[in-house]
């Protein structure tokens, strides 16, 4: 890993205690002024979720950080994988949560009820206190989610991706909260389920979209990058590479995304076919290996034809 | 974007109220110089039956509360699951009985702040509270208003 990506990294995991200590602190927050709210009840639960993906990132980080071994020989790199899973279920369960509680509160006809309390000798409305709650718990989660989406994309780390959407998921949430108790002040005593419903929508579609890329990660589909929009850089790279090669005939690979590093496999008919240096082939490992820090291993097969999911694909994109 | 929306169109829409909170069904503008309809289901010494008379601590306490609202007071007497009942479909504005904050009507009703704190004979602390209908915040508001600073002038 070079310098300054492993420099991201660390920063990355800071970033991460961080945001495990000012959930602790939100939750607390939340917890005191809770009430007998059930719009408050929802928002705290959906805090707990939020310590999901951060943990899932410092596991995975930490895990995916041990070598290879005879029992374990392609490495670690898959925990990134699996926490980026975890993470992401945690994101779509949420939204899952906030729109069928929300649905089932509308359904009902349930009217939220807030009280008064009293502090420092005052009795107030127990809604204020809830706004200004949700106010400052709020503003941590849009720097964090801001600082973390600066990070993914060097770290080529989704982890970090998801826990980003988790922490924009958490000042939406906050904003419907507000939204929806200063409507309860009103009068309108759906507004706080109608308020969470529609964030929960916009949040499910970010945990949808990370469930998705997770589970194809997993189940090695084409590397993409940290946000899954597009094919990843370096799968153009490594076939420009192949493409070099003056000895090869045809050339081809397919490339896993392991996490945070790739694995290639490089398919090469030489030329002519039944001739194979072995030291060619050994200039191709070392070289696709120096593309960049991301190429973590990589398999040579001299073949007579390249199989048919290892083609060159359309290139007029790079 | 919507949430902002939500966030200018409410104000508009629900004109001008004269309470913030709001009650959705209107229930401290009936209370006030009106009629507190109240559900009493006896539970000696919070309310308690003499005669044709209703008493108790909290019969004192709503008593003292309709003064402060001008308003007459509609007794209803009955069991706590019909009193409850009564309350939901907004029969009643109130119900008493020597309910606590622990009371399983909570999902059902709205609860008052703890107007005193006494101990069973099980040895466990009970907060006494009062069940308002679900929603109803300015009247909640309103009670819990009236609670804290009967509390604190006793």
Redesign the interface.
């Known amino acids: 890993m070079p310098e300054d990506v492993e420099g991201a990294l660390r920063r990355a995991i800071k970033l991460e205690w961080v945001t495990i200590g000012v959930l602790v602190v939100t939750v607390s927050i939340i917890f005191l002024v809770l009430g ?1 709210s059930q719009a408050m009840k929802t928002a705290w639960i959906e805090d707990m979720l939020s310590f999901i993906p951060p943990i899932a990132f410092l596991v995975g980080v930490q895990i995916a950080g041990r070598p290879a071994s005879v029992e374990r020989p392609f490495g670690h790199h898959r925990a990134i994988g699996i926490a980026h899973l975890v993470a992401a279920t945690a994101l779509a369960g949420m939204a899952v949560y906030l729109i069928i509680d929300s649905t089932m509160k509308l359904i009902a006809a ?9 502090l420092f ?1 005052q ?1 107030f ?1 127990l ?1 204020w206190l809830m706004i200004a709650a949700m106010v400052i718990t709020s503003v941590p989660p849009v720097i964090l989610g801001r600082m973390k989406l600066h990070l993914a994309p060097p770290l080529h780390n989704k982890v970090l991706f998801a826990d980003a959407d988790m922490n924009k998921a958490d000042w ?1 949430t906050g ?2 909260v ?2 929806g108790v ?8 759906w ?1 706080d389920a ?2 969470a419903i ?2 929960s929508f916009s949040i499910l579609r970010d945990g949808w979209v990370n469930v998705r890329a997770a589970v194809k990660g997993l189940l090695d589909a084409r590397a993409t990058t940290y946000d899954d929009t597009e094919p990843h850089p370096l799968l153009h790279q490594v076939q420009d590479y192949l493409d070099g090669l003056d000895w090869a005939e045809d050339t081809g690979a397919r490339v896993r995304d392991e996490g945070q590093v790739f694995q290639v496999e490089a398919f090469v008919v030489p030329r002519p076919t039944s001739s194979i240096d072995i030291d060619a082939l050994e200039k191709v490992r070392t070289g696709l290996k120096n593309l960049d820090w991301k190429v973590n291993d990589v398999v040579v097969a001299p073949v007579r034809t390249i199989p048919d999911v290892a083609r060159k694909r359309d290139r007029t994109t790079t | 974007m919507l949430v902002v929306g939500l966030a200018l169109v409410l104000p508009t829409t629900t004109g001008c109220t004269t309470h913030f909170p709001a009650d959705p069904e209107g229930t401290l503008t009936s209370v006030d110089g009106g009629t507190l309809r109240v559900g009493a289901s006896i539970n000696p010494p919070f309310v308690e039956e003499k005669g044709e008379e209703l008493t108790g601590d909290e019969v004192e306490l709503v008593e003292d509360y309709a003064l402060t609202r001008d308003a007459d007071i509609e007794w209803t007497e009955g069991g706590e699951e019909e009193l409850m009942s009564r309350l939901g479909h907004g029969e009643l504005d109130l119900v008493i009985g020597g309910l606590t904050a622990k009371t399983p009507w909570a999902g059902k009703a709205g609860l008052t702040r703890p107007y005193t704190e006494t101990t069973d004979r099980f040895g466990t602390r009970r907060k006494h509270v009062l069940a308002v209908p679900l929603g109803e915040n300015a009247f909640l508001l309103d009670l819990d208003t009236f609670l804290h600073h009967r509390d604190g002038s006793q």
């Open positions: 007998n349930e009217h939220p009820t807030i009280g008064g309390i009293t000798g009795t409305w809604g939406m904003v419907a507000i939204v200063l409507g309860i002040g009103f009068g309108l005593w507004a109608a308020a529609v964030v």
